[in-house]
């Protein structure tokens, strides 16, 4: 087949693992043994451990605290190959997907893309905020903070020094709590000996939650000891609340509240990655695949 990935045949099951998180990592594991050819396809060449990546955003772990390569993992696994490339698409008559080096063929494919920032369709919040989903985002958040605290150290005016210290982040799950906690942990322990110059006084951190507890999902005793954490840090947390737009300076709340900040960190929600190829009636709500009791994608046994 012409414009084939260039990439052994063994002769053997192929097995296509498409993403290297948590998932698709431990099942490339999980398949040394078995008499099977596997594939891993990432866009980056390394797992990261992303639960911490607030940690590396404010500078609390270096960025390859939480990285290690896949051929470094996986490398001494015989059956193990992996490509650095995109896939754009699936051709699944055909069993092969078409990625960004080429196409590449299939006897099993496992889609275990992930999740990316969910800003509901809002252009201008995804073009200002800052989401939190790999590390380059955590790099960048890093950078951002940084380069405001230098630049605050230089301006007079009350309103423009507010935007530069002031955090507001959206969603209060484990994200965004873990955010806020290690933004405050700053503020009180850091920022006082390295920017003594500045009233970090003014250093304002916003947690927009649009239901009425933190930690969603988790026991109410949990949700509870979490607001109050914040709340005792300095923290000040909106519940019940949304930000409704954001144009890189001024955040502006369903109750018509506005706050003045340069950092906004998104935080709100995920939805799914899929790729194309697939009958669209199998992308659920978020785009969540729908499977059967076996994980397999509904329609294509």
Known sequence: MEGLTKIEDLGMPRVVIVGGGFGGLELAKSLADAPVQVVLIDKQNYHGFWPLLYQVATAGLNPDSIVSPFRKILGAQQNFYFRLAEVESIDPTAQVVETSIGLLRYDYLVLATGTTSNFFGDELMAKNAIALKNVTDAIELRNTLLSHFEQALQIGDQEQLNSMLDFVIVGGGPTGVEMAGALAELRAHVFPRDYRELDLKQMDIYVVQSGPVLLKGMSAEVSQKA???????????????????????????SSGKQLITRTLIWAAGVTGAPIKGLAPEVLLKSNRYQVNEVNRVVGYD
Do not use: C, F, I
């Not at 005792?232 to 947390?237: A, H, K, S």
């Open 227 to 253: 607001l109050e954490y914040l709340q005792d840090l300095g923290v000040e947390v909106l519940l019940e609340s949304r930000v409704k737009s954001y144009d890189g300076y001024t955040a502006t709340l």
